[in-house]
């Protein structure tokens, strides 16, 4: 072959594809290649389906109508069904389950002609105790979790799309561990039919990508409404605010160092950046969320923790308990911190475009035993806005860097506009491992 | 046998079996003979499962610790999964799938003693195409839909409690034709998991009983915090708005004087009750609920519609082709109405306790061909709040007739209370059907 399909965005494979350059069937023999020289040190996969992905591939190279993401290979983390293979949530409870359909992300992202390549390994139950993935960048390294799997084969080039989703850090941690831009859609704003639900106020579905334009239109895609030449043109970035949070002290020195470089690069670019001092409303956020999740989580997931507690981790079971425990009104405390922090931040919003805080306090840990510390993210999962992952840097171990950007309830097309922007500005581009 | 626990209310069972005045499997016993005897006419009921019922509520009679519904035997609507029968969703494509696992409002039922009774009938996807239910008080008349079985089992004593859900009116409707009292729960204020979503930002689980102490106790069961012990005092009622609405005139006379009289008992027993003129911000919001449910559904059922479109109603496929139509600035219009309005009635909810308003154009009308007008529930659901269907009088073919009340967004403990004072005012009382 003489294209190497598995370093190229969707956003040009979708197009390469549509102008007749390259085949649906040769991108995905790249990448079945590449999972195959890949996977067994990476482990990203729970199941493939190489035959019939390359079947589908033959088919999509003959159809005439060419979608938005037309032959483009995408990854789907375990606890999203699939009819072609079977979701078991990250859980011996339900290995081998065989859902009977698509989730409606996965027959979205089928509707625009992307084609599903295997099932990515979870946490379980998209929570803490990690599967056997590995960071590509690094294999003694943690990818993060919960979309361990979808971080680390975008990451990788096993896959040019990946689907996951957050409760806690669940998107945001895996894409800054791995080094590939995540998205994490505003609450609600897309549909989790044949998703697993762990918290059923902040669950969101979530993309991981190497590009900013993939995330765009993989987004369009999952929203079924924007063709490409109806995407919105990008904003010159108005006002950023540096939002070191709560938390600041507790990210490593070469993250902060990160973010502050940025900021420099961006001042220098003509970007307005601005530090933002924490509102008080947000000091308490972080232990709200954990307030919130451990007291929906015991109400979602009852029917395993009854029946079959032998098969739940120890840290699951704690959390479950630790719901059960929480009384109703530490709960609706929890909300109502939830609800002032909604309407602190909706007000920021009017004044800044977006907020860069870090995305993790630190590159990935050493060791995969565990997945990494959730806490740069619990504060905009809780208040339930968008958020942008971008890679940026790396640290001496040569492990990616990353910060976050957090947008207003409900824009999530302007953050990824003005995110795009802001990832020129910065020169990112994701560079795979070398084999 | 001496009683006949056919009659009796959930509260009334899970006190007498705690007490030891009567046992589950006698309670178990008679309901599944009334099923026996009644269900080849109302057709409630598409799942039965008789022996493990019985086997459920003997082992429930062995137990020392006895749940806040301990014994009481419920309904399932077939969108709802159940490890005990199978989840069709109201659709020749599901027809036998098997949930490996109960939905979390099943499973929490069964913590607090609940025993399964049977799958009952939904429209297909909880949407328009009825199925063979019939109207417990008059066999020739819609028992109104999606939750038409669970609405028919509750009213004709074949199940003491119901689990439905609404995305229009699915819950409400069959609750005021089939003369039975309905709760819809705030958005999202109860764990969705393993119940079929229809359109994303609009789905509510709700609840159908012959009392309202039995909502109370059935929602302090969901949600999982509430001892009997632990439920709050009853509020007096403060401050009722009478709300006629856009659609007053749309309403039958019997509806609209139903709702009269009752105003006028109310206000005989020294509660207030004003007339609300109709905001106009609430004057499109029907029309901004079909917009949304319509552009959701055809992204959440995009797997059905592609893939088994000869197995779908013209309706559900018009529904689907509506929303695909639909373009994303028209959805969001839509939102930003519905944001308007929640503003708005949270406003109102500061000086009124509930509104009072129709919850049906009609008492339920001739023929199963269709379930009715859901004209009277687009606004509540649309904006997310809860509301609780008061059966009140029947009209001159003795059919029910019923209005609703309309609580403040999250403020479903108070509404259920204040629902319970105005129940008492009013006499009510939920008569089975003579056999």
Chains 1, 2 share one sequence.
């Not at 689907?163 to 998107?171: D, K, N, R």
């Not at 009854?306 to 009384?327: D, M, Q």
Request: aromatic share 6%; hydrophobic share 45%.
């Amino acid at each position: 072959m003489s294209i190497d399909a598995c370093s190229m965005t969707a956003t040009q494979i979708a197009a390469d594809i549509s102008s007749g350059k390259l085949t649906a069937e040769a991108v995905m023999t790249d990448h079945l290649a590449r999972i195959n020289a890949r996977d067994s040190a990476v482990n990203a996969f729970i199941a493939r389906i190489p035959d019939r992905a390359l079947k589908l591939a033959r088919a999509a190279d003959r159809q005439t109508k060419k979608g938005i993401l037309h032959g483009v290979p995408f990854a789907v983390k375990d606890i999203i069904d699939t009819l072609d293979m079977p979701t078991a949530w990250g859980s011996p409870i339900y290995a081998d389950f065989q859902a009977p359909r698509n989730a409606s992300c996965v027959e979205m992202f089928l509707l625009a002609g992307a084609i599903p390549i295997g099932k990515t390994v979870t946490t379980e139950f998209a929570y803490f105790s990690p599967g056997p993935t590995r960071n590509p960048h690094n294999l003694e390294h943690t990818p993060g979790g919960s979309s361990s799997g979808s971080a680390a084969a975008v990451a990788d080039g096993m896959a040019v799309l990946g689907l996951g989703s957050q409760t806690a850090a669940s998107l945001t941690r895996p894409a800054a561990y791995c080094g590939v831009f995540g998205y994490k859609a505003s609450y609600g704003s897309i549909d989790l039919q044949g998703v697993m639900g762990l918290a059923t106020s902040l669950d969101s579905l979530g993309l991981l990508a190497r590009s900013i334009d993939d995330l765009i239109l993989s987004r369009a895609a999952l929203c079924g409404t924007l063709l490409p030449n109806e995407l919105p043109a990008d904003p010159a970035p108005r006002a950023i605010a540096l939002f070191k949070g709560p938390h600041w002290h507790e990210a490593s020195r070469p993250i902060q160092d990160a973010i502050l470089e940025s900021r420099d690069v961006l001042a220098s670019a003509g970007v307005r950046v601005t530090d933002l001092e924490c509102p008080r409303e947000f000091i308490q956020l972080s232990e709200s969320h954990k307030v919130i999740m451990a007291f929906e989580v015991a109400r979602a997931r009852q029917f395993e923790f009854r029946n079959h507690p032998e098969k739940l981790s120890g840290a699951f079971c704690s959390l479950i308990e630790t719901g059960l425990a929480t009384s109703r009104a530490d709960y609706e405390a929890a909300l109502a911190t939830r609800d002032a922090g909604e309407a602190v931040l909706a007000e920021l919003c009017l004044t800044y475009d977006a907020l860069m805080t870090p995305a993790a306090p630190s590159s990935a840990p050493a060791g995969i035993e565990a997945t990494g510390d959730p806490l740069f993210s619990r504060l905009w999962t809780v208040m339930r806005v968008p958020t942008v992952t971008i890679p940026y840097g790396r640290d001496a171990a040569n492990l990616p860097l990353a910060f976050q950007l957090v947008g207003g309830f409900g824009a999530d097309q302007h953050l990824l506009a003005l995110s795009k922007d802001i990832a020129n500005h910065l020169q990112i581009s994701c560079e795979l491992p070398k084999l």
